[in-house]
């Protein structure tokens, strides 16, 4: 099968840890990224992976008289959607049938509400080898992956790290701690599975804002939601916790971390069942 991972180079470090996961967990195919499309070009599958508004302002040449000879279109959509956003014409620039994956079931609601007729899969990607960031050299900071501003930050952690866009960055400067913090806005509320499926791959400890109650119901195992207030007091006292933890115990909190991840969530065994 001739799949195609669609992206736009200059957004290509967003969502560096998907594509190279989707790349491994498909390579028994003829599987390439592309940021074109050429008119002769014939492909089975193509992924689209970007924010769709990004792609309609900037990117409309790419795809007119060009999906002719694409089977099967998946938009897969990294924006957390909410009830401003006019869902109902967003796709309308693809002008051809396409189905819809999302990383959580707030996106499939209002998808599923606003384009009844559009095929729309609940796809949180799960996890992965390729960010499973296995590493003994452990760290005890409690970690905030958003950036903000001194205050929000001494009130719900003890390092901010905002600008980790290699693998490399993930394993030494993020998963080598025992704790992150998920933080976002109440309108905003979907679980952001782009960031927590590398983070429970990895085994680290993922303390949540409290999201959409459906998210919250599928990851209520893995995750701990809190309320904003109660966030940092939580993650200190657990962290000190852990401090006391020795390696041996710490390595076996993070393997059954990663266990029941993969038992629920394994990004290939849910390609398989989709492509």
Known sequence: MKI???RLDILRHYYFQFIDALLYSLKNHDISEINKFEGNDTWDVVFIISHVKILKRDCLHLFNNNFKNIKRVIVYETDPLTENHDIKNMYKFLNRPFEIWTYTHKNVMLIKKNIPNVVCHYFPLG???VYDYSTTNYSFDII??????RKRHEK????????AWTHEAWKNRVCNNQIIINVHKPERDALE???LSPLLSSGVTVISRESFHQDEEEMKHLVTF???HEINGYSVMLNNELKRNTREQIQLRRE???KKFREKFDLEEMLKKLI
């Open 4 to 6: 195609g991972i669609f």
């Open 127 to 129: 996890y992965s080898k």
């Open 144 to 149: 905030s992956l958003v950036a903000c501003g």
């Open 156 to 163: 719900l952690c003890t390092k901010n790290v905002d600008d």
């Open 193 to 195: 599975m782009f960031r």
């Open 226 to 228: 809190k309320k904003k």
């Open 256 to 258: 059954n971390i990663k």
